[in-house]
């Protein structure tokens, strides 16, 4: 989930900049050092938006810099357990399928997508359904649900996030419309 946030933090301005420290610097220092950060609180700081209030600078004894507290708004991505999400599939590998949710990937397991054994076609790049010849590979546009998620503010690539599939209203965006148009035809047929 995005959401805007208004957060405090403490930014170095270097010597040369001292003679003139406005929002729009220390912006662009926030923006150097937070955005692409994983943050436990507050999830993946995607975009400081605006400062808002600069503090008094703070001289630490060995550092040459200059520390300034700011006030600002972030853009966040916070991925929440239970959320439905839309993303692409940016990966396949043998037991699953990484899907990008924001600025975060997400590892649809092979166990999560179907009930339907599916095959690892590696030079296809796609998982493939032998019963119903379903397919998901790179570039596919999913629906899933964020089942597990484990946050690693020191790397933020080693982050995971699990997702399901399995469940009605979820999987591949052209899974669904057939699902759709099945149910439609069905209910039509019954009524008839």
């Excluded at 926030?30 to 600078?57: A, C, F, K, P, Y």
């Amino acid at each position: 989930m995005y959401k805007r946030v208004r957060l405090r933090d403490t930014v170095e301005v270097p010597p040369a900049h001292l003679a003139d420290v406005t929002p729009e610097l220390v912006k662009q220092l926030l923006q150097d050092d937070l955005e692409g950060r994983m943050d436990e609180d507050v999830g993946s700081i995607v975009s400081v938006i605006e400062v808002h209030d600069v503090g008094e600078g703070s001289v630490v004894p060995g550092e040459e810099g200059v520390y300034f507290t700011a006030e600002f708004d972030a853009l966040t991505f916070d991925p929440q357990m239970q959320e439905v999400v839309d993303g692409e599939v940016v990966e396949v590998v043998n037991f699953g399928a990484f899907v990008g949710i924001g600025p975060v990937d997400g590892l649809l397991h092979v166990s999560q997508i179907s009930d339907e054994y599916l095959a690892y076609d590696e030079e296809g790049q796609m998982l493939a359904a032998r019963e119903n010849n379903r397919t998901l590979g790179v570039g596919d546009a999913v629906r899933a649900r964020i089942v597990t998620k484990s946050i690693d503010e020191r790397n933020p690539r080693d982050s995971k996030i699990g997702l399901t599939a399995k469940q009605v209203g979820l999987g591949k965006h052209g899974w669904l419309e057939e699902d759709r148009q099945k149910h439609e035809s069905t209910a039509e047929a019954g009524e008839g």
